[in-house]
């Protein structure tokens, strides 16, 4: 039976309170619908995750990707580099290289900084995963989406349920969310021709793995696991 978290977390507002760490893991199909539906043709490249929690987006990146770099402000004890992608100081995270694409699920209150950081560091692309609420209001249209708007907004046509803390692959929510990418024309130029797509419906079913439950629900992956190659670069 399908739960309903009626969280006001998960329920039209991720808002959580300064210095949270405003952890909700996202659930391993919503990451393969980005890979299979919208961003196909990346396969192969050098991607940065930096806000990788227990890697439940990074080791799926991982299944398409010939290099996955994760990072997260927390340890979670998967063997990922530690540092903050926003701020200023020696804690703030570096990946060795350039990473052709960034991919993430941002901290809520973070994520027009994590938007504008990615934005300047990302060799090909920037792909978050956020509320679709995201879209609305002045400041971050005035910090972001008006001299950098995105060239691809993919609406999830089914919802996809995050609960604070941990992956629970049984749970259902009242929010909506979508992936925002913006790709690079141009070395030096992002394409702002901004399209709507969907993400089609069924994607849950279709795309959640029988051993994703064992891997993510129930406990932290193991720090042993061969899941992220460090790019030699």
């Not at 309903?4 to 996202?26: H, K, W």
């Not at 991607?47 to 979670?76: I, K, N, R, T």
């Not at 990473?99 to 993430?104: E, F, G, L, Q, V």
């Not at 419906?201 to 932290?220: F, H, I």
Request: proline content about 8%; charged content about 20%; aromatic content about 10%.
């Amino acid at each position: 039976m399908t739960r309903q978290n009626t969280s006001s977390a998960v329920m039209a507002q991720r808002c959580e309170p300064i210095g949270s760490l405003d952890y909700f893991p996202t659930p391993p199909w919503a990451t393969r619908a980005l890979m299979e539906h919208v961003i196909a043709d990346v396969r192969g490249k050098y991607v940065w995750e930096p806000a990788c929690g227990e890697g439940h987006m990074a080791g799926v990146l991982a299944e398409y990707l010939s290099q996955v770099y994760a990072s997260d402000v927390h340890d979670y004890g998967i063997g990922a580099a530690i540092g903050s992608f926003v701020g200023v100081g020696p804690d703030v995270a570096e990946a060795p290289g350039r990473p052709d694409w960034i991919i993430t699920n941002p901290p809520f209150n973070l994520a027009v900084a994590f938007a504008e950081r990615a934005l300047h560091l990302a060799g090909e692309g920037v792909a978050l995963l956020v509320r679709t609420a995201w879209l609305e209001g002045g400041d971050r249209w005035h910090r972001l989406f008006r001299d950098c708007p995105p060239t691809i907004v993919a609406q999830f046509a089914e919802r996809v349920p995050m609960t604070k803390g941990r992956w629970d692959p049984d749970a259902s929510t009242a929010t909506s969310y979508c992936w925002v990418v913006w790709r690079r024309a141009a070395e030096c130029k992002w394409d702002s021709n901004s399209r709507l797509v969907w993400i089609p419906p069924g994607c849950r079913e279709r795309l959640t793995k029988p051993s994703d439950r064992a891997r993510w629900a129930v406990k932290s992956i193991d720090a042993n696991q061969d899941m992220f190659e460090v790019p030699n670069v």
